[in-house]
């Protein structure tokens, strides 16, 4: 046998009903082969069939056992010796002990069970179904198990209820599953077996297993030949105590499906406080127990850190920080894990971190990999002490924490509302532009009618008639400028935009697509966009040519236009002179002024209409911005209906523990904030509370409202001061669109089932106490998901009651298909929750330690008796566990 260390419980391969090469011969029939051959077969079948335990159960006969298990034992496969008798009732039962035990002392042990001359192949005995399980189990320290006891001679059969109820019988043979048995007219067995039968009825429930006869080596291939036993280390004591907890630690080949999540399968830290400490863990429950101060924090830190999994609050980001500075910084050390990825369907990675540097993650063959740890494990949870407090403090937190369970439609909702508020973002913004730009143009507008009014003034003088050219040199001006300025270039900068569009065919080169199925044809695309390219450039060339000698001939143009201008305000000047003096002014002043006034004139008269084209572009955007309110409306609602459907299905998960409710945008406080930042003249945050009480709001509502003014604000008896009001119509338009867009979060309701066993009452969550809350939100983070679940001591604030009653019974059904790593001083957790991994923390000289003989499930007595001493209540609590669970 080797001597390898196991530091977790997995399940073990066991056919606990193997016969040797002389027991066919009671059958009548032979199968041809030696003792030796036989043996060397049944060898052969057990490694092909990853068998690790044999039960050898002979009928009433140990003469082959030494030759059977010198063989098994060389190639590490465990032999329980023992045989298969008959009570005085003819109820047959196997009977198996120690690996250790010899054939002498087996030999004897049959002499005591007071055997009878054989019958149907079975050695009776005198002693009673009772009496012999108990000489047994408490006289021999063996095991027994009710041979095939839906058959002939099974306890069942034979409707022996009282043998089935005896809490030394703790394991009962089957032939096959429970749902054949039960479709086969098994029904009555069946109920039994589930342990609903009243009359039979246990308080630990029998471990059912397949141990088909086997008499020929092939027969240990047969699934029903064998089952699986949970245990650290295959032994006989290990083997004993699962049966203790058949739940957990009882299964048939056929109850083991394969489960795919993501685990965290090892841990090796370099330097620092966990020096040298190396993990394999279960992929199931973990629990790392020590006293104060060994390490427990600083293990779940330290994943936390080479995770980069930042904490939930300032506090627990503190402690974080803390712990990791003291116990990795000062020594630079380093932190690796292994990685099986469910996201990444099942592959494996190394994440590794030293202090003060980025993870490093690594593929299975040791390559950089371009993926982060939050992609490998998305859906990892890590909550420190006193976290899942925050959580239940934090509205935000626990609808975060609720994201993981909505169905498949809701990241889509979510994202169209998204977009819809950036649409709303961009349409305000030109939104703000138009209207900004139409307020301009007005105020040049309403301008108009005073400069006119001046104009008259100037035709009383009679000077229009000789100064009539100077609005049409203006108007040449103004048509000059736009043609320099704005129409050619415009030209211009459009061909520089298809310059800076022009094919780029980088992306198909040889390197690129080389190694690619249809390589050829893409090489023939590429050859046209080089070809397009070129041709394109040879034009551009040409146009360019072109274009400078258009653009010198409109150069060419404006010169002579310009000169024909500045000649004509030449002759203007002597016009002016010429003209006569007013109320002290000179004809030449007079005459300028008159030119000004017509140049402002013409500058104006163009943006009269210009106005009503931005007023159609703000109309449009009005339109536009309303067809958004309405797309948005109606994603929101789609996402509080699919959250509702979500949390109906969380619901009925939750039967009986908890109780979910949405209430749409009820978080109102968004509102109130903004409303306060925009400092309303003697409105402050009390003047505003009237916002969390009204039944049916909306932020759009409410800007309808301030547009129609104070008294539709007044008239809407929402409760509002007249001061609110007419202060909310001094918003901005800004201000007013900005509020349009404000999201209000749903508001979760989570009330929690506060009776264990009598009629529910359900108490919402702000009224419960502090261990009840944490509680509440426990029970939604043991919920399923194919990441990891990481606590640092989730007993706190909780009562035993509720952890026994509740929390244990969760995390048993849970760990099958999800992986928990808890650090606790709580017993119940890795006793009654079945820890296959517990780790034991010590320290001494400022030294973590922890060697693989501190690791293990509770089947291993160093593991079993430090946890006693460590954890709460001591060796006293543990031992009231012993009836149940037997540690």
């Not at 408490?138 to 027994?144: A, H, T």
Request: glycine letters at 6%; hydrophobic letters at 40%.
């Amino acid at each position: 046998m080797t001597t390898e260390t196991y530091t977790k419980a997995s399940f073990w391969k066991c056919a606990l009903q193997v016969n040797p090469a002389g027991y066919i011969k009671y059958r009548g029939t032979d199968h041809g082969m030696s003792e030796e051959d036989y043996n060397q077969n049944l060898l052969q079948v057990a490694l092909d069939n990853g068998i690790n335990v044999i039960g050898l159960a002979d009928h009433g006969n140990v003469e082959s056992v030494e030759a059977i298990r010198d063989l098994m034992n060389r190639h590490d496969i465990i032999v329980f010796p023992g045989f298969e008798v008959a009570s005085s009732e003819k109820v047959h039962f196997v009977c198996l002990y120690p690996e250790e035990t010899t054939s002498k002392l087996l030999e004897r042990y049959l002499g005591n069970l007071e055997l009878l001359n054989r019958e149907d192949r079975v050695r009776p005995s005198r002693l009673s179904a009772e009496q012999l399980i108990r000489k047994v189990e408490e006289d021999q320290r063996g095991f027994v198990y009710a041979a095939h006891c839906t058959d002939d001679n099974g306890v069942l059969f034979r409707q022996m209820n009282h043998v089935w109820r005896l809490p030394l019988l703790r394991a009962a043979q089957i032939p096959g599953t429970l749902d054949e048995l039960n479709r086969n007219g098994g029904s009555a067995y069946y109920q039994i077996l589930l342990n609903k039968t009243p009359d039979y009825a246990r308080e630990v429930p029998v471990g059912i297993i397949n141990a088909k006869d086997v008499a020929m080596p092939e027969d240990l291939a047969n699934p029903k030949a064998s089952c699986l036993i949970k245990m650290t280390s295959p032994c006989f004591d290990a083997f004993k105590q699962a049966f203790k907890d058949p739940e957990s630690r009882v299964r048939l080949n056929s109850d083991i499906a394969e489960q795919y999540y993501s685990r965290i399968e090892q841990m090796n830290v370099t330097g620092g406080y966990l020096d040298a400490v190396q993990i394999d863990f279960s992929d199931h429950l973990n629990t790392v127990i020590g006293g104060r101060g060994t390490g427990k924090s600083t293990m779940l830190e330290c994943i936390r850190y080479a995770l980069a999994k930042k904490p939930i609050g300032r506090n627990a980001q503190r402690q974080h920080d803390e712990i990791i500075r003291e116990n990795l910084g000062k020594a630079g050390a380093r932190v690796e894990l292994v990685i099986r990825s469910s996201k990444m369907n099942g592959r494996r990675f190394t994440v590794s971190r030293r202090y003060g540097e980025s993870p490093m993650v690594k593929d299975e063959r040791g390559a950089p990999s371009s993926f982060s740890p939050a992609d490998l494990l998305p859906g990892l949870e890590i909550y420190g002490q006193n976290e899942i407090y925050e959580i239940a403090q934090d509205s935000v937190s626990q609808r975060q924490l609720l994201t993981r369970f909505l169905e498949s439609g809701q990241q889509e909702s979510e994202l169209l509302i998204q977009q819809a508020l950036q649409r709303l973002s961009d349409n305000r913004r030109k939104l703000i532009d138009a209207m900004s730009g139409v307020a301009s143009i007005e105020d040049d507008v309403t301008r108009l009618p005073k400069l006119e009014e001046q104009l008259g003034q100037f035709r009383s003088l009679g000077i229009e008639d000789k100064l009539k050219i100077v609005p049409l040199l203006e108007t040449e001006k103004r048509l000059l400028h736009r043609v320099l300025e704005e129409e050619a270039s415009n030209l211009d900068q459009a061909f520089q935009a298809v310059r800076d569009s022009l094919p780029d065919t980088v992306f198909l080169s040889d390197v690129a697509i080389a190694h690619l199925p249809h390589a050829d044809m893409l090489r023939a695309i590429r050859g046209v966009l080089e070809r397009l390219r070129q041709d394109t450039e040879e034009f551009l060339r040409q146009w360019g040519g072109y274009y400078a000698g258009i653009e010198s001939e409109i150069a060419s143009i404006s010169g002579k236009l310009n000169a024909g201008i500045q000649l004509e305000e030449q002759m203007l000047e002597k016009t002016f002179r010429d003209l006569p003096a007013c109320e002290g002014k000179s004809g030449k002043q007079i005459g300028l002024e008159f030119q000004r006034l017509m140049k402002e004139i013409e500058q104006i008269r163009p943006k009269q209409a210009l106005i009503e084209t931005r007023k159609a572009l703000v109309a449009e955007l009005q339109k536009t911005r309303r067809a958004i309110l309405d797309e948005l409306s109606a994603a929101r609602s789609a996402r509080s209906a699919l959250f509702s459907r979500s949390l109906k299905k969380l619901n009925k998960r939750l039967n009986g523990k908890l109780r979910l409710n949405v209430e749409v945008g009820a978080d109102r406080s968004p509102v109130i904030e903004f409303l306060v930042k925009c400092r309303l003249e003697n409105v402050g945050e009390a003047r505003l509370a009237w916002i969390r009480d009204v039944d049916a709001f909306s932020p759009v509502r409410l800007a309808e409202l301030i547009r129609n003014g104070a008294e539709a604000l007044r008239n809407e008896q929402w409760g509002m001061t007249p001061t609110a009001a007419d202060a909310l119509t001094r918003l901005t338009p800004e201000q007013i669109l900005q509020l349009e867009e404000i999201e209000l979060p749903d508001v979760i309701r989570i009330e929690l089932n506060t009776a264990h066993e009598s009629q529910e009452n359900f108490r919402p969550l702000e009224k419960l106490s502090t261990g009840q809350q944490c509680t509440a939100i426990l029970h939604l983070l043991l919920l399923q998901n194919l990441d990891p679940l990481i606590m640092d001591q989730p007993e706190d604030n909780l009562d035993n009651a509720f952890i026994a009653d509740r929390i244990v019974q969760e995390l048993r059904s849970a760990k099958i298909e999800r992986q928990f790593i808890f650090a606790t001083h709580n017993a119940n957790i890795p006793v009654f929750g079945d820890a296959e991994w517990i780790g034991v923390f010590d320290a001494s000289d400022g030294q973590a330690h922890m060697p693989s003989e501190s690791q293990g499930a509770i089947d291993v007595p160093h593991v079993r008796d430090m946890a006693a001493i460590i954890l709460e209540g001591g060796k006293a609590a543990f031992n009231q566990r012993k009836e149940k669970y037997g540690f």
